[in-house]
């Protein structure tokens, strides 16, 4: 179970309570069903069906318990508060080698680095935090420090 609060952005909870219904009210009921209907029959065949769907089931069940504590201990921040310092939830333009790349800062559960998503854990999220506009910032990462210069924060 986690101790800290986690920080999300609303979109993210939605989304994360969302998926949290779908499993509970639509994936796990018609697994139910085809575990009854497996369990029913009487051919031996059917043993390993069973089983199988029995252990998805437990996969289920445990993405469940872990979205629900994840949604329990999240705490919703609300971005956009013009001030010009990167926060959660927040969109930060980076210049590095002369290139424009933008990023905006998220949860965990919400990353998505292929979509400019990326966590506050990050070497580069935590890197960013609390900066403002015109600061620049080195990110260590597995190649060496890369150097970027906060553009804009929206």
């Known amino acids: ?9 609303a979109e993210g909870y939605e ?8 499993l509970r009210t639509v994936k796990r009921p018609a697994m139910l069903a085809n575990l009854q209907e497996v369990s029913s029959s ?14 998805e089931l437990a996969v289920l ?4 318990r872990r979205l629900e504590e994840l949604l329990a ?3 919703i921040v609300e971005a956009g508060n013009n001030d010009a310092i990167v926060d959660i ?16 800062i998220v949860s965990p559960a919400e990353s998505d680095p292929d979509a400019g998503r990326i ?8 890197s960013l935090l609390h900066h403002k506009v ?4 080195d990110v260590t990462v597995p190649m060496g420090v890369i150097h970027f210069l906060i553009v804009a924060v929206r």
């Open 89 to 104: 939830g927040e969109t930060v333009v980076l210049q590095t080698d002369g290139e424009i790349e933008t990023y905006t």
């Open 61 to 64: 069940d445990a993405e469940i």
């Open 15 to 22: 989304k994360l309570q969302a998926q949290l219904e779908t």
């Open 73 to 75: 201990q999240s705490e």
């Open 119 to 126: 966590s506050y854990e990050s070497p580069l999220g935590s």
């Open 42 to 55: 009487a051919d031996w065949r059917e043993d390993s069906q069973r089983i199988q769907l029995e252990n």
């Open 134 to 137: 015109g600061d620049e910032v």
């Open 1 to 9: 179970m986690m101790n800290d609060k986690a920080w999300i952005t």
